[in-house]
């Protein structure tokens, strides 16, 4: 299936053609009035420069006068092979039809509501038959069942023309579309980038990056560079305002070695003034009891740090290198990074 971009905005244009596989532009004098553009003929040939295949209105009372217009465009420098000429469906319409398929110029019937509409588009040897699906169900009609009919017509009497599935509101209309059988879609850009957004997708996506970090990024890389240290002469006053600037919830003491004593966190901060009182802030850091602190080399892999993470239940690393503390790895840092 064929896959326009239906729009007139130019950054939605040059947004939507950036994916790469898009067939073509439709456009028409009304998007274009909605976006304020009052040079046409300028308009047609910028865009005609950005988009493979461009689809633009040619109008007349006249067959003859829709003619004269789609030769008046060419002439502006379109290339014939690229350029597909939209005309609304009539009798005129369908005679200027045969007329520029006759020159070997490339015809979009459109504003199809019946199926002998698209039967007259198909026999005047139409390029593109285009029902307005969204529009025709406004008006409370099956436009789907028409979209199959027209297919059907076309494959049964071997017309060498595609239905376009147009007038598309919802994502919905996508799914019509393929299910229908039409050979050719042409899409808002809104729809266009909700139809690859699904939130298993995002899910197993997320789960995927997750995974791929854990295994390949080192603690190094993860943690900031923050390296929240106190020495063991601090009072524990003092150790607090500085646990307050690092912004953890937690210290590493260390002696005149630079070698760690422990981990001062602030649920041992709490515990103490439930158990102590506010004096003990005075303390030297130094004479409280740690326990061990769990560290993590920072060469490790942020896969081992998960499993450490998992197997002590705590909330924070403290990643050494050459047996000295550096700084600390949070265990949001495995996503955040």
């Given at each position: 299936m064929e896959l326009y971009l239906d729009s007139a905005n130019l950054k939605e244009i040059e947004e939507g053609?950036?994916?790469?596989?898009?067939?073509?532009?439709?456009?028409?004098?009304?998007?274009?009035?909605?976006?304020?553009?009052?040079?046409?003929?300028g308009t047609i040939v910028k865009l005609s420069k950005i988009v493979p295949v461009l689809q633009i209105e040619a109008l007349g009372n006249t067959a003859?006068?829709?003619?004269?217009?789609?030769?008046?465009?060419?002439?502006?420098?379109l290339d014939p092979?690229?350029?597909?000429?939209?005309?609304?469906?009539?009798?005129?319409?369908?005679?200027?039809?045969?007329?520029?398929?006759?020159?070997?110029?490339?015809?979009?019937?459109?504003?199809?509501?019946?199926?002998?509409?698209?039967?007259?588009?198909?026999?005047?040897?139409?390029?593109?038959v285009c029902p307005l699906v969204g529009r025709l169900q406004d008006q409370g009609h099956d436009a789907v069942a028409l979209v199959e009919q027209c297919v059907k017509?076309?494959?049964?009497?071997?017309?060498?023309?595609?239905?376009?599935?147009?007038?598309?509101?919802?994502?919905e209309h996508i799914r019509n579309a393929l299910t229908a059988g039409a050979h050719t879609i042409t899409v808002p850009l809104k729809i266009l980038k909700s139809l690859t957004e699904n939130n298993f997708t995002a899910l197993g996506t997320e789960q995927f990056l997750t995974d791929t970090r854990l295994m390949t990024v080192r603690v190094k890389?993860?943690?900031n560079n923050i390296n929240p240290l106190v020495h063991e002469g601090t009072n524990i006053k003092d150790a607090i305002v500085k646990m307050t600037e690092y912004g953890f919830g937690c210290v590493t003491v260390v002696n005149d070695g630079g070698d760690a004593v422990g981990v001062f966190t602030d649920s041992d901060l709490r515990r103490l003034l439930q158990k102590d009182g506010e004096?003990?802030?005075?303390?030297?850091?130094?004479?409280?009891?740690?326990?061990?602190?769990?560290?993590?080399?920072?060469?490790?892999?942020l896969n081992d740090a998960a499993v450490l993470f998992k197997k002590t239940s705590v909330d924070t690393l403290m990643a050494t290198e050459n047996n000295k503390p550096v700084g600390m790895l949070d265990i949001q840092d495995l996503k955040g990074y």
């Open positions: 053609f950036k994916l790469g596989f898009l067939t073509g532009l439709t456009t028409t004098p009304t998007f274009m009035q909605r976006e304020g553009i009052t040079d046409i003929d003859e006068d829709v003619v004269a217009e789609a030769v008046r465009q060419l002439e502006l420098g092979k690229k350029t597909v000429f939209k005309i609304p469906v009539s009798l005129e319409g369908l005679r200027a039809c045969r007329m520029l398929r006759d020159k070997g110029l490339l015809v979009n019937v459109h504003l199809v509501y019946t199926l002998q509409q698209a039967y007259m588009a198909m026999q005047a040897g139409a390029t593109y017509a076309v494959e049964r009497y071997k017309y060498d023309t595609k239905i376009m599935f147009s007038s598309v509101r919802n994502s890389d993860a943690m004096h003990i802030l005075d303390k030297k850091i130094g004479g409280l009891e740690f326990k061990t602190p769990i560290s993590i080399d920072v060469n490790a892999l």
